[in-house]
T-cell receptor, first 113, second 111 residues
Framework: DGGITQSPKYLFRKEGQNVTLSCEQN?????MYWYRQDPGQGLRLIYYSQIVNDFQKGDIAEGYSVSREKKESFPLTVTSAQKNPTAFYLC????????????FGQGTRLTVV | GEDVEQSLFLSVREGDSSVINCTYTDSSSTYLYWYKQEPGAGLQLLTYIFSNMDMKQDQRLTVLLNKKDKHLSLRIADTQTGDSAIYFC???????????FGTGTRLKVLA
């Protein structure tokens, strides 16, 4: 079945460590997105990519990095520079135009210990 | 910049109708969406409406759009306990590759 897969579902990180969250889609979508979800704040856009080897910063990119070497994959690295990384991270993808729906993964809950 | 606002909580009794409201600021929005999020899960699209439409009905769901006031609502008829979730309103603008989401409304259905 086509879909978008995030892994792992739960992730624990020690302070000062970088960690990479995986996002893979087999929907042949050009665009992919990373959102951060905090209680009462909705979804905030971290990075998005319209095409392979290209990506743009969203509203809260500081402390995060991404790559888009393959159409299917858009990994997110949470670096030690991110001051408050504990959150629920959602990856999404959509077709070429943003007037089609965005499909979401099941999310990764990152906890810094 | 663009902004989408929703109230944070709504509580209804099973069998009643629920109405979740949303306001947005971007007058050039092309599509407006309603997504549902169950605990610990991703978002699932419930329905969407094109910006030149006033209303869309899909089984128990009715979406109303007042473009003049930039107000969107989602009505759920005969609300069931399985409808308890967070509901997100979102808007997109063709060509920008960006979706703007509201804060989400947590719907609690009381048996």
């Amino acid at each position: 079945d086509g879909g978008i897969t995030q892994s792992p579902k739960y992730l624990f990180r020690k302070e000062g460590q970088n960690v990479t969250l995986s996002c893979e889609q087999n929907l042949n979508h050009d665009a992919m997105y990373w959102y951060r979800q905090d209680p009462g704040q909705g979804l905030r856009l971290i990075y998005y990519s319209q095409i392979v080897n290209d990506f743009q910063k969203g509203d809260i990119a500081e402390g995060y990095s991404v790559s888009r070497e393959k159409k299917e994959s858009f990994p997110l690295t949470v670096t030690s520079a991110q001051k408050n990384p504990t959150a629920f991270y959602l990856c999404a993808s959509s077709g070429r135009d943003s007037d089609t729906e965005a499909f979401f993964g099941q999310g990764t809950r990152l906890t810094v210990v | 910049g663009e902004d989408v606002e929703q109230s944070l909580f709504l509580s209804v009794r099973e069998g009643d109708s629920s109405v979740i409201n949303c306001t947005y600021t971007d007058s050039s929005s092309t599509y407006l969406y309603w997504y549902k999020q169950e605990p610990g899960a991703g978002l699932q699209l419930l329905t969407y409406i094109f910006s030149n439409m006033d209303m869309k009905q899909d089984q128990r769901l009715t979406v109303l759009l007042n473009k003049k006031d930039k107000h969107l609502s989602l009505r759920i008829a005969d609300t069931q306990t399985g409808d308890s979730a967070i509901y997100f309103c979102a808007e997109s603008n063709a060509g920008t590759y960006k979706y703007i989401f509201g804060t989400g409304t947590r719907l609690k259905v009381l048996a």
